[in-house]
């Protein structure tokens, strides 16, 4: 069974940092590509970033510069740093693997549904707040 457990998120100040980490099971974690998806109360869910492999990576303009995901195959993680963040990064954070990176790409822009990925997890809370 593919899954992803995401753990690392908690309250940090503005300015401050956290890293999010994303564990993978169930199948060929080199193989698949990642991504990073927030939802705030009352929002939709939007992504935060891609892990494309060999084609990069990509950001959503809100966290471009400040926020940075990689990818250890060795120990089977995803990674989101999240750096200078701001009140509106406040929000569940959820990691989303699929073995096409183009399907991931369309998921995160909008043109497939999110159930069309391989796998979720089930979210982190990350509250930014003084």
Not at 5 to 18: A, F, H, K, R
Not at 40 to 50: D, H, S, T, W
Not at 60 to 87: E, W
Request: aromatic share 12%; with cysteine.
């Amino acid at each position: 069974e593919v899954q992803l457990v995401e753990s690392g998120g908690g309250l940090v100040q503005p300015g401050g940092s956290l890293r999010l980490s994303c564990a993978a099971s169930g199948f060929t974690f080199s193989t698949y590509y990642m991504g990073w998806f927030r939802q705030a109360p009352g929002k939709e869910r939007e992504y935060v970033a891609l892990y494309l492999g060999a084609s990069g990576t990509q950001y959503a303009d809100s966290v471009k510069g400040r926020f940075n995901i990689s990818k250890d195959n060795t120990n089977r993680k995803a990674y989101l740093q999240m750096n200078n963040q701001q009140p509106e990064d406040t929000a569940m954070y959820f990691c989303a693997t699929d073995h096409n990176p183009s399907l991931l790409f369309a998921v995160a822009t909008g043109r497939a549904p999110p159930d069309t990925l391989a796998a979720w997890g089930r979210g982190s809370q990350v509250t930014v707040s003084s």
